[in-house]
């Protein structure tokens, strides 16, 4: 009887044990997907900051530009009106 | 003696079976405990796995929003940096439209008749810019036949002229009809080419449309031929006027400006207006005569090289 018990708790040690390597190796797995995912968040924040400083580069650029080029902006949206007069006529 | 020991190694045998079933049950105590420290963790890394994925794709989202931004932004900039281009475009497009629309006109078609209000003689510094204030008001373009004054206060003046997209004319540099401008071909030629070449300063504008000072009639006879042949081979097209103001000559006043505009006109499909900005009166009437003229269905265009009026 005894003997029969201790095979049982020898059993029980047994697969408790493959139980707890089985979720070691899923720690471990997970371990090793948060990393990547850490890394890959680092990598994608970076990224979206170096965009959006090259937005920030570009609004600045697109905003002188603009002062730059105000009277030619107006010149241009004038001979756009001039011109939809005479596509209107024409059509 | 032989039982004792016997005795002391049943003892011990039944120790060890006690001690390994022990440390049996201790193992699977402390196994237990891993195990529940690892399910522990497992749902740690479970939550903190979908923390970051969630992270990652809210980064992805702000990143497709913040590409497009930059996209949009991109287009913008290279729209602004081929403004230049853009600009030959849409002026190319309507001098096109305006000549197939003049075409259209010239046919006894199309709905509105066909206005160029031509300035002569400027700039001047005292009413120009007010010219110029009432032309953007009404948001028209006009054509000013331009002569020489190299005075530098006129400078921004024949600057803003180009810039407004005005047609710019050349109506030689001296415009002195009574000193020599006729004298012979070579005088007249000669003092076009010296405009000429005074507005590519001073406008970055080279012309190719003249108007004879005073008229092409103006020219004697005898020059006259050979002045327009020279003309044609210098490729310039001239063009006179079929509606005057009359505001260079007597005693012209708002109305004396307006009423020989209006009569002038007499329903003429296309009118080719002569007045001059050194004129106070045409000043004040030029507001009342564009909504005249806009009344009567007429357009507003500024001359260009192709238009049939442009005598070549
Ligand atoms: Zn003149």
Redesign the interface.
């Known amino acids: 009887m005894?003997k029969i018990i201790?095979y049982w708790?020898?059993l029980?040690?047994g697969g408790?044990?493959i139980?707890?390597l089985f979720?070691?190796i899923?720690?471990y797995e997970?371990?090793q997907?948060?990393t990547t995912?850490?890394t890959?968040?680092t990598e994608?924040?970076e990224?979206?900051n170096d965009?959006?400083e090259?937005?920030l580069k570009?609004?600045l650029?697109?905003k002188e530009?603009?002062k730059e080029?105000e009277?030619?902006?107006e010149?241009?949206q004038?001979?756009?009106?001039?011109?939809q007069?005479?596509?209107d006529?024409?059509k | 003696m032989g039982k004792t020991k016997s005795n002391l190694r049943g003892f011990i045998k039944i120790k060890i079976k006690l001690f390994s079933s022990l440390l049996i049950f201790l193992l699977l105590i402390l196994n237990a405990c891993i195990i529940f420290l690892l399910l522990n963790l497992n749902y740690l890394k479970a939550y903190e796995i979908a923390i970051h994925e969630q992270l990652l794709s809210n980064i992805e989202d702000t990143h497709g929003k913040k590409l497009q931004e930059l996209s949009t932004l991109e287009v913008k900039i290279e729209d602004l940096k081929g403004l230049d281009q853009k600009i030959l475009t849409i002026k190319q497009q309507f001098f096109d439209n305006a000549l197939a629309y003049e075409t259209l006109v010239l046919q006894g078609k199309g709905t509105k008749k066909i206005a160029y209000l031509t300035i002569d003689d400027g700039p001047y510094s005292q009413y120009t810019p007010s010219f110029l204030d009432i032309l953007d008001n009404y948001d028209i373009l006009a054509t000013f036949f331009l002569i020489g004054k190299p005075n530098p206060i006129l400078e921004p003046i024949y600057k803003r002229i180009a810039d407004s997209g005005h047609t710019i004319g050349n109506h030689t540099y001296s415009h002195a009809i009574k000193r020599g401008l006729y004298n012979s071909v070579d005088s007249f030629i000669n003092d076009v080419i010296k405009q000429e070449k005074f507005l590519q300063t001073k406008t970055g504008v080279t012309t190719n449309i003249v108007r004879f000072p005073g008229g092409s009639m103006t020219a004697k006879s005898g020059y006259r031929t050979e002045i327009l042949k020279r003309l044609r081979t210098l490729n310039y097209g001239y063009i006179d006027w079929n509606v005057s103001t009359g505001d260079s000559g007597g005693y012209p006043t708002p109305t004396s400006v307006l009423n020989n505009v209006l009569n002038g006109i007499n329903d003429k499909k296309i009118a080719v207006i002569l007045m001059h900005d050194f004129s106070y009166s045409t000043l004040l009437a030029l507001p009342t005569m564009i909504e005249e003229l806009k009344r009567r269905d007429y357009i507003f265009l500024p001359l260009f090289y192709e238009s049939a009026k442009i005598i070549k």
């Open positions: 005894k201790k708790l020898f029980v040690l408790s044990i139980y707890s979720n070691y899923s720690y997970k371990q997907k948060l995912l850490t890959e968040v994608r924040y990224q979206l965009i959006a090259t937005i570009l609004e650029e697109a530009i603009n080029k009277k030619q902006i010149e241009y004038k001979w756009v009106r001039q011109n007069i005479l596509e006529l024409l």
